[in-house]
């Protein structure tokens, strides 16, 4: 089983946001990050990497960081 870490990048740098997050579902202009236990939150932004060997993280990019 593979959970990831969600950073956010913004103009301030990146930031952790949520561990053990086992479910990303895209609705609008974010996605909604799901944990393990079923903890819900919502971010705004895009999706700037995701990697599923090296620490198992996704980087988002904040609306206002966006290229």
């Known amino acids: 089983m593979c959970l990831s870490?969600?950073?956010v990048r913004s103009t301030r740098g990146q930031n952790?946001?949520?561990k053990d997050v086992a479910r990303i579902e895209a609705e609008?202009?974010?996605f909604?990050?799901?944990t393990l236990f079923g903890e819900k939150?919502?971010?705004e932004g895009t999706i700037r990497?995701?990697?599923l060997v090296d620490g198992h993280?996704?980087?988002i990019d904040s609306p206002?960081?966006?290229h």
């Open 64 to 66: 206002g960081r966006q």
């Open 16 to 18: 952790e946001i949520m």
């Open 41 to 43: 939150k919502f971010i």
């Open 32 to 34: 909604w990050l799901v």
């Open 28 to 30: 609008g202009h974010g």
């Open 5 to 7: 870490t969600i950073y």
């Open 57 to 59: 993280s996704v980087v």
């Open 49 to 51: 990497t995701i990697d």
